[in-house]
């Protein structure tokens, strides 16, 4: 059973604005320190469903952490298209390996393709 297509689709919450982690100094310590605070952003709130499909039919279906992706999310799925159509579903190990140890070369997360080995489970 061969991976065919990834397809993703973005849920987006008109009525509630995105927010974004911003590194923050903690004042009134004796040495420098940060912590992180949410800050609004322009654009509404977005959720991503990855969906894999199969030369047989079957479908993975899973949500997909969009903090774990360096630039955007339709730019990870881009990277996994290109890396894992063909590629045997069952063999749901050996494209996990496939990918972690691309990490270091695709300048991505550690764990940015956790959303496709979830749908192949």
């Not at 320190?33 to 654009?43: D, G, I, P």
């Not at 730019?75 to 691309?102: C, P, S, T, Y």
Request: aromatic fraction near 10%; hydrophobic fraction near 35%.
């Amino acid at each position: 059973m061969k991976i065919t297509d990834l397809k993703l689709h973005v849920i987006e919450f008109p009525d509630q604005m995105g927010t974004v982690l911003t590194i923050q100094q903690v004042e009134g310590l004796n040495r420098i320190q940060y912590t992180h605070h949410y800050k609004r952003t322009e654009r509404p709130r977005r959720s991503y469903v990855l969906r894999v499909q199969t030369d047989e039919g079957v479908e993975g279906i899973c949500d997909v952490d969009a903090s774990t992706c360096v630039g955007p999310v339709e730019q990870m799925v881009e990277l996994l298209r290109a890396n894992v159509l063909g590629e045997d579903a069952f063999d749901r190990e050996g494209i996990f390996q496939k990918l972690h140890l691309g990490t270091r070369w695709v300048y991505q997360k550690p764990g940015w393709f956790g959303a496709l080995d979830n749908c192949l489970w």
